[in-house]
């Protein structure tokens, strides 16, 4: 979680692909922190919490200031599937969301779930045009994007102090498809400065903006088929409350690790994957899994660690959506849909 990259490493990144992957340790910056460093982050941090634009609901209680009804009430059915897997009521079970819009145009809220100011997990609810909605991701437990400490530590780099920033006005919270979460910075005199919001790395503005290009057509595009209901986000929240509710099985978590550890994997041959089930083979033979994105590596974070999966449904038998964890060892770990990752990368034993 703590490693962050100096700026050539996201251009080897970006030019060379996974085959870069050896220069790891001569690119990586320690981010201990000073005793002074920590009360000027948590001064900081405890300030700026102030100015986050968030709506807290619960069950009985919405409110559509920076979420839609519809929005909101789609999130509670998640959290009601995530908290039928517990048997205590804690966790998700009880837990607040605090709603907010990830940047004008994507259709996109975060959702950070927490009970009583600790963090139970995240997630990423996304839109398109026809008001189609989708759980893009989730995480569980205290390590979400967009974590502040973060952006300070890369800001840091940057020369630029988080304390002179409005969060309204220099700070966003932007997200583009497929998973691109980040935060872009603008400061007179600095220019724009975009940072992956799961590890701290600065991005290339160039990738950055060709993704928010792309990431606007495709919300043009008809929706392909995911675990999602449609609905427009202007409809009646009991219109939504009456669509079938959702399941979801038992997480599979694997320990997490780090790709530069053993690159063999980078000569090696994919995995074919079409579907969870080679992956979870490869697990039961105790084989670590890589994903790697290739040249868009640098809008992933990765090459990263494959550390799990969940399957989630319709009660109703109607869908059913796969989902993996990617992440965990300089990131944060995402739970996503297997499908995008199949469209825009390849799965690799960590030890073929």
Same mark, same amino acid.
């Given at each position: 979680?703590? @490693?962050?990259?100096?700026k050539?490493?996201?251009?080897?990144? @970006?030019?060379?692909g996974?085959?870069?992957?050896?220069?790891?340790?001569?690119?990586?910056?320690?981010?201990?922190?000073?005793?002074?460093?920590?009360l000027?982050l948590?001064?900081?941090?405890?300030?700026?919490?102030?100015?986050?634009?968030?709506?807290?609901?619960?069950?009985?209680?919405?409110?559509?200031?920076?979420?839609?009804?519809?929005?909101?009430?789609?999130?509670?059915?998640?959290?009601?599937?995530?908290?039928?897997?517990?048997?205590?009521?804690?966790?998700?079970?009880?837990?607040q969301?605090? %709603?907010?819009?990830?940047?004008?145009g994507?259709?996109?809220?975060?959702?950070?779930?927490?009970?009583?100011?600790?963090?139970?997990?995240?997630?990423?609810?996304?839109?398109?045009?026809?008001?189609k909605?989708q759980?893009?991701?989730?995480?569980?437990?205290?390590h979400?994007?967009?974590?502040?400490?973060?952006?300070q530590?890369?800001?840091?780099?940057?020369?630029?102090?988080?304390?002179?920033?409005?969060?309204?006005?220099?700070?966003?919270?932007?997200?583009?498809?497929?998973?691109?979460?980040?935060?872009?910075?603008?400061?007179?005199?600095?220019?724009?400065?975009?940072?992956?919001?799961?590890?701290?790395?600065?991005?290339?503005?160039?990738?950055?903006?060709?993704?928010?290009?792309?990431?606007?057509?495709?919300?043009?595009?008809?929706?392909?088929?995911?675990?999602?209901?449609?609905?427009?986000?202007?409809s009646?929240? $009991?219109?939504?409350?009456?669509?079938?509710?959702f399941?979801?099985?038992? %997480?599979?978590?694997?320990?997490?690790? $780090?790709?530069?550890?053993?690159?063999?994997?980078?000569?090696s041959e994919?995995?074919?994957?079409?579907?969870?089930?080679?992956?979870?083979?490869?697990?039961? $033979?105790?084989?670590?899994?890589?994903?790697?994105?290739?040249d868009?590596?640098?809008?992933?974070?990765?090459?990263?660690?494959?550390?799990?999966?969940?399957?989630?449904?319709m009660?109703?038998?109607?869908?059913?959506?796969?989902?993996?964890?990617?992440?965990?060892?300089?990131?944060?770990r995402r %739970?996503?849909?297997?499908?995008?990752?199949?469209?825009?990368?390849?799965?690799?034993?960590?030890?073929?």
């Amino acid at each position: 979680m703590n @490693r962050i990259f100096h700026k050539p490493w996201h251009v080897i990144r @970006r030019v060379a692909g996974v085959g870069a992957m050896c220069l790891l340790g001569l690119t990586t910056l320690s981010t201990t922190l000073q005793a002074e460093d920590i009360l000027s982050l948590q001064a900081t941090t405890t300030e700026l919490s102030f100015q986050l634009t968030t709506a807290k609901s619960d069950a009985s209680h919405a409110s559509d200031k920076f979420a839609p009804a519809a929005v909101q009430q789609f999130a509670l059915q998640q959290v009601k599937a995530l908290g039928s897997l517990q048997k205590t009521d804690q966790g998700w079970n009880r837990a607040q969301l605090d %709603f907010t819009p990830l940047g004008p145009g994507t259709h996109s809220w975060l959702v950070n779930a927490h009970n009583d100011g600790t963090p139970v997990g995240y997630m990423i609810i996304t839109a398109n045009r026809t008001g189609k909605l989708q759980l893009s991701e989730y995480g569980q437990g205290e390590h979400n994007p967009y974590d502040l400490s973060l952006l300070q530590h890369s800001l840091q780099r940057h020369n630029v102090n988080l304390k002179n920033l409005s969060y309204a006005e220099d700070i966003q919270l932007r997200y583009a498809s497929p998973l691109l979460a980040y935060w872009k910075v603008e400061q007179a005199g600095v220019g724009t400065i975009y940072i992956d919001a799961t590890n701290g790395d600065t991005l290339p503005n160039g990738a950055v903006k060709a993704m928010e290009r792309e990431s606007r057509v495709e919300h043009t595009r008809p929706p392909s088929p995911a675990l999602s209901v449609s609905v427009q986000l202007q409809s009646r929240t $009991d219109e939504l409350s009456k669509a079938s509710a959702f399941s979801a099985d038992p %997480f599979y978590v694997q320990p997490d690790f $780090d790709p530069a550890d053993n690159l063999l994997w980078i000569t090696s041959e994919t995995v074919p994957v079409t579907s969870l089930q080679p992956l979870i083979q490869h697990w039961r $033979d105790h084989q670590a899994i890589v994903f790697s994105a290739d040249d868009r590596n640098v809008l992933y974070g990765g090459p990263l660690p494959v550390t799990g999966y969940q399957v989630w449904r319709m009660d109703d038998g109607s869908a059913q959506m796969e989902y993996v964890a990617i992440g965990g060892h300089s990131s944060v770990r995402r %739970f996503v849909p297997i499908d995008t990752l199949m469209k825009d990368g390849h799965f690799y034993t960590f030890k073929p």
